[in-house]
């Protein structure tokens, strides 16, 4: 398997403008998380999928955060508009049925820069 | 929720070095997970342990879950062994439910 896949790797924007990170898990794999890294705040959940529905979206930050998963393969997380202070690396991770006490794989993150 | 402690918070070895890491948290837990971010941003999975001890080439770790700690161990340690390394824990929040829990990381850095 090619593991949890991301893109872009890389995403530099201004200040306003809407930001879509992209997110495949590996196969099989039932449980899909988003997480912020930030030197300030490490490494934080934003939200968790099980089955393709949303469980737990307590740790998105504000109403400009949104995040979908259509199928079992895909998942983005959207920032509508965007601030200098979502400048982050953003994982995506995947695992299998017993989600928080189950092995959670990292894809490669997202660099995202807000100018 | 629970706690979860690394440390040292920094390491600087000589290529060849063994190193121990360590994880103290602070309620007991039915999974734990090593990462390794590497200089490139990349985390990865190092070992999924629980309990008891697994080896993987020059890296082993162990939990010894009854007294909340693991250890990694790095054997003869090369430049490509830099970066930090995390322990995880799932834990329960009460105002946020269940998540993994970080610890803050070691960082290491192998010298040449």
Not at chain 1, 47 to 58: G, L, W
């Amino acid at each position: 398997d090619a593991g949890v896949i991301q893109s872009p790797r890389h995403e530099v924007t201004e200040m306003g403008q809407e930001v879509t990170l992209r997110c495949k898990p590996i196969s099989g794999h039932d449980y899909l998380f988003w997480y912020r890294q930030t030197m300030m705040r490490g490494l934080e959940l934003l939200i968790y999928f099980n089955n393709n529905v949303p469980i737990d979206d307590s740790g998105m930050p504000e109403d400009r955060f949104s995040a979908k998963m259509p199928n079992a393969s895909f998942s983005t997380l959207k920032i509508q508009p965007s601030e200098p202070r979502d400048s982050a690396v953003y994982f995506c991770a995947s695992s299998f049925e017993t989600g928080f006490s189950g092995e959670q794989y990292f894809g490669p993150g997202t660099r995202l820069t807000v100018t | 929720g629970i706690q979860v402690e690394q440390s040292p918070p920094d390491l600087i070895l000589q290529e060849g070095a063994n190193s121990t890491l360590r994880c103290n948290f602070s309620d007991s837990v039915n999974n734990l997970q090593w990462f390794h971010q590497n200089p490139w941003g990349q985390l990865i999975n190092l070992f999924y342990i629980p309990s008891g001890t697994k080896q993987n080439g020059r890296l082993s770790a162990t939990t010894v879950a009854t007294e909340r700690y693991s250890l990694l161990y790095i054997s003869s340690s090369q430049t490509t062994d830099s970066g930090v390394y995390f322990c995880a824990v799932p834990s329960w929040w009460e105002t946020s439910g269940s998540r993994l829990t970080f610890g803050e990381g070691t960082q290491l850095t192998v010298n040449p």
